[in-house]
């Protein structure tokens, strides 16, 4: 499961390649888009909004006037969810994924080409109308609408739920994974099943949250802890039976869950007992 800033990186990587280019083809390989053509519409840009990805696109003839009727406006809704990806190829490029998992081919007149490989969520909706399938999120880590009050708010109305839950929903505060619930709850001493209440300084937390992301957008490889060398980029997450490097504890692995949310799987939380002592 990707981190807000690995999409980010698609987001960005797949803006450089397409935006300002007009589609020669389109091919979407989901039974409710089958009929879609969007050869001669013009990529206008590539923006991720949490977790999510955006590419919107202009109607042919529609890209150069200023008021741009919001119908000749549409946006390409993806998630990658647990497995999906997102290639930018040349003309002469290879497919990193076997073709069937493709569900979408965008190419531009140029041959540069975008494909998404098994996105869990696919969908078109028209520009205007993309409150529809993002307005549910919380404030984006790594957009402009960036709000920290407002995110520290949306945590604390549930005071008594799982911190490490509670980052991880992006309704409270859109980007945080697996990795940066488990690294956050490290650097500031809370166990991930300790509750909202619990955590002492929750506005240094949110802070901390915008900080790392942003910090590590633009880097080839992630890194929490600022040093440690080419493989100390973390405190605790992918470390679990390795001592901790504040206190030397072996960092312990357990799944955190919501029995609220059956169908949320039970994911991987790491944390040195010692630093991060279980709640009761
Ligand atoms: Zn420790």
């Given at each position: 499961m990707p981190e807000g800033d690995d999409v980010w990186r698609v987001a960005a990587r797949m803006h450089a390649a397409l935006a300002g280019k007009r589609l020669a083809s389109s091919d979407f390989r989901v039974p409710s888009l089958a009929t879609l053509d969007l050869s001669g519409w013009t990529v206008l840009e590539v923006v991720s909004r949490g977790k999510h990805l955006l590419h919107r696109l202009a109607a042919p003839d529609s890209a150069d006037s200023d008021d741009g009727a919001t119908e000749a406006r549409i946006s390409i809704h993806s998630h990658l969810k647990m497995e999906g990806s997102w290639q930018v190829l040349g003309p002469s490029d290879r497919w990193h994924?076997?073709?069937?998992?493709?569900?979408v081919v965008l190419k531009a007149e140029d041959g540069v080409s975008a494909v998404g490989f098994s996105l869990g969520i696919l969908e078109v909706v028209p520009t205007a109308e993309e409150g529809h399938v993002?307005?549910?999120?919380?404030?984006?880590?790594?957009?402009?609408?960036?709000?920290p009050e407002l995110a520290e708010a949306n945590l604390r109305s549930r005071p008594d739920r799982a911190i490490g839950l509670a980052l991880l929903d992006q309704q409270n505060l859109a980007g945080i994974g697996n990795i940066y619930r488990s690294e956050l709850c490290f650097l500031f001493r809370v166990h991930p099943a300790a509750p909202v209440a619990a955590v002492a300084d929750l506005s240094g937390l949110v802070t901390t949250a915008h900080r790392l992301l942003e910090a590590n957008k633009a880097r080839p490889s992630r890194n929490t802890t600022g040093g440690y060398g080419p493989r100390g980029d973390s405190w605790v997450y992918g470390r679990a039976g390795q001592p901790c490097r504040r206190c030397r504890t072996r960092i312990e692995h357990a799944t955190l869950g919501e029995p609220a949310a059956a169908l949320q799987r039970e994911r991987d939380i790491c944390y040195c007992p010692s630093c991060q002592p279980p709640p009761g």
């Amino acid at each position: 499961m990707p981190e807000g800033d690995d999409v980010w990186r698609v987001a960005a990587r797949m803006h450089a390649a397409l935006a300002g280019k007009r589609l020669a083809s389109s091919d979407f390989r989901v039974p409710s888009l089958a009929t879609l053509d969007l050869s001669g519409w013009t990529v206008l840009e590539v923006v991720s909004r949490g977790k999510h990805l955006l590419h919107r696109l202009a109607a042919p003839d529609s890209a150069d006037s200023d008021d741009g009727a919001t119908e000749a406006r549409i946006s390409i809704h993806s998630h990658l969810k647990m497995e999906g990806s997102w290639q930018v190829l040349g003309p002469s490029d290879r497919w990193h994924k076997p073709a069937h998992t493709a569900r979408v081919v965008l190419k531009a007149e140029d041959g540069v080409s975008a494909v998404g490989f098994s996105l869990g969520i696919l969908e078109v909706v028209p520009t205007a109308e993309e409150g529809h399938v993002v307005g549910h999120l919380g404030p984006d880590l790594l957009g402009a609408d960036w709000d920290p009050e407002l995110a520290e708010a949306n945590l604390r109305s549930r005071p008594d739920r799982a911190i490490g839950l509670a980052l991880l929903d992006q309704q409270n505060l859109a980007g945080i994974g697996n990795i940066y619930r488990s690294e956050l709850c490290f650097l500031f001493r809370v166990h991930p099943a300790a509750p909202v209440a619990a955590v002492a300084d929750l506005s240094g937390l949110v802070t901390t949250a915008h900080r790392l992301l942003e910090a590590n957008k633009a880097r080839p490889s992630r890194n929490t802890t600022g040093g440690y060398g080419p493989r100390g980029d973390s405190w605790v997450y992918g470390r679990a039976g390795q001592p901790c490097r504040r206190c030397r504890t072996r960092i312990e692995h357990a799944t955190l869950g919501e029995p609220a949310a059956a169908l949320q799987r039970e994911r991987d939380i790491c944390y040195c007992p010692s630093c991060q002592p279980p709640p009761g």
